[in-house]
């Protein structure tokens, strides 16, 4: 069952290499002259074993401490098939590894107690791992102790479960309509694959092929984007309540399609990007929705000076940060996140909201937003931010989670800057 070897080969790439699953995919199938037929099974096969990392990786090592680590790696493919998701038989599966514990040279009685522990429906978790602690939670929730014990402390223990669980559901695959061009109703009523969202201007794509194939996608009828913000965007009232808009993005988003949209592309806005690349994106994508009262330019945060004239009415951070909204839609995401990188983003989350701070009007607001659930790079930032700056005060702040009704992990803070009394 060649399937088995080229998802192990996928992942090899992802582990040892730092591929990419996307790029990791790419590879193998173009290298390995892999059928198309196969492509679907072979996805399902190395997402699975993603997903299941931690856990599958922990019984490889208890039942075959022994085996090189590549073979193990298939070990942990095929467990996942048996496991989870059954995409290949029962006995097609276990036929196809004894095959390769008679080259391993495994013993009859260690395969017999390996299949015996194993199978469907059997905790896969031994008594050495005390139930309810953070090395269960860790092995089956696939997410590393670091991160569930820095949760407990910052969210509590039961919102913390709560996020396990969550993350280990499918993301809403939420949109923001169009306003130029459609209504909810209108693309619901074209199309029965969208449903209507739980706030306004918002629907949910529940179809199985890929949403930019749908034709209200590719006609620019909407574009992706968390619920949550645009839940924050509908508080405001750009119309009236701001003129000038400076978006600096360090991690790209789609506030410059959302906000000229819901001010019906009447505010001037500016857009600084950091890099080159991003830039001709996003001027790719404001012609093809016909936004014109956009102007993007490349500039790091401490080079903004050199690109904007005068303070702005309405200042928004959106940071580079720990992604940690991607933990369901990136099944390789624990693999290539580590937990010496957040002090890294930290560090640059501070010098962009200072850089960006300078170009706040007096009485203007500042709103900053990071995609991820930790309060070093949310509350306490802003906490921080705020005590070094005596002269914005805080408006508004939330932490979204991904249990809550807009599947979100964001936090965003609101600021005004205070007017001098001349």
């Known amino acids: 069952m060649k399937a088995f070897e080229h998802a192990r080969d996928i992942l090899r790439l992802i582990i040892d290499d730092n591929q990419t699953f996307s790029n990791a995919v790419k590879t193998v199938f173009s290298e390995g002259q892999v059928e198309m037929a196969a492509h679907s099974l072979i996805r399902s096969l190395t997402s699975c074993e993603l997903h299941h990392h931690m856990l599958l990786e922990y019984v490889g090592k208890k039942y075959f401490p022994a085996l090189e680590a590549n073979d193990r790696l298939l070990v942990q493919v095929v467990l996942g098939n048996i496991v989870f998701i059954k995409r290949i038989a029962y006995d097609e599966s276990w036929a196809y590894l004894e095959g390769w514990f008679d080259k391993w040279g495994i013993d009859s009685q260690a395969r017999e107690h390996f299949q015996f522990e194993t199978q469907p429906g059997k905790q896969l978790i031994g008594p050495e791992v005390n139930n309810g602690s953070i090395d ?9 102790a670091w991160l569930i014990n820095m949760w407990q402390k910052h969210f509590g223990v039961p919102n913390t479960y709560k996020i396990l669980k969550s993350n280990n559901m499918p993301v809403l695959q939420a949109c923001r309509v169009n306003d130029f061009k459609a209504t909810v109703d209108a693309i619901v009523e074209a199309d029965p694959q969208f449903v209507k969202g739980p706030i306004p201007h918002t629907v949910i794509y529940q179809g199985h092929e890929p949403l930019k194939y749908r034709p209200m996608f590719a006609e620019n009828h909407l574009f992706q984007q968390r619920l949550a913000v645009t839940d924050i965007l509908n508080k405001f009232d750009f119309t009236t309540m701001f003129g000038d808009v400076l978006i600096v993005e360090t991690r790209p988003n789609a506030l410059y399609l959302e906000i000229p949209i819901a001010t019906n ?7 600084a990007t950091n890099s080159v690349a991003r830039k001709l994106d996003i001027q790719k994508a404001l012609k093809s929705f016909e936004i014109k ?3 993007v330019f490349e500039s790091t945060p401490k080079l903004l000076i050199s690109h904007v004239s005068h303070p702005q009415d ?13 933990i369901r839609s990136l099944p390789d995401f624990f693999i290539h996140f580590r937990q010496e990188d957040i002090d890294p983003l930290i560090a640059e989350q501070k010098e962009t909201l200072e850089e960006s701070s300078h170009y706040v009007a007096e009485g203007g607001l500042f709103a900053y937003g990071v995609n991820t659930i930790n309060k070093k790079e949310g509350q306490q930032l802003i906490q921080t931010f705020l005590s070094d700056h005596p002269d914005f005060t805080l408006v508004h702040e939330k932490q979204y989670f991904p249990f809550d009704e807009l599947s979100t992990a964001l936090y965003m803070a609101v600021m005004r800057k205070k007017v001098i009394d001349k």
């Open 136 to 144: 269960f939670l860790s092995l089956k929730f696939n997410t590393p």
């Open 314 to 326: 309405f200042v928004i951070v959106v940071s580079n940060c720990s992604k940690f909204d991607l």
């Open 293 to 295: 009262n956009v102007t």
């Open 265 to 271: 592309d009447k505010n001037k806005i500016q857009v």
